[in-house]
């Protein structure tokens, strides 16, 4: 039974295949609306797909996006403001390349997590390896040459 688990990816004992979250927080200071934020946070799943990832059925991911471009707006906390406040905002037309950056950012912040964490032993006295970072290069340069794949069940 522990060799079938471990076979599956799982280790005996830890729960399901697959479990476990991302947290991921966007930052960016343009000049973005709400709605552009929200479809800034959900590109920051291109960035975990990309190693592999497909969220799992247990997974529980979730990412959020905030902008700091209209700082100088009038808040709730200080005098009132005018009836009307200019606003700044990147047209929907020209966020593109804030995507492919949240993208690219997500990524490679899980490979820099995945390099610089150390082998510990944790609940239940199961052990976590440290991730050589010569190996990681090697299949990361593999999977790059490798021609793609089907998808399961494509004719």
Known sequence: MAQRARDRGIVAGTGNPGAGSIIGIVATDAPLLP?????LAQ??????????????????DFFLAFATGNDGIPGDHGPP???VVPLAMLPDTRITGLFR???????EAVLNALVAARTMTGRDGITAH??????????????????????????
Not at 43 to 60: F, N, P, Q, T
Not at 130 to 147: C, F, V
């Open 101 to 107: 950056g949240v993208a690219e950012a997500t990524e």
């Open 35 to 39: 709605h552009q934020c929200r479809r």
């Open 130 to 155: 440290q991730l050589p970072a010569a190996e990681l290069t090697a299949l990361l340069a593999a999977r790059s040459a490798a021609p793609p794949s089907a998808p399961a069940g494509a004719c």
């Open 81 to 83: 403001p005018a009836p």
């Open 43 to 60: 590109r920051a799943v291109i960035g975990i797909a990309r190693l592999g990832a497909v969220g799992e059925h247990y997974s529980g």
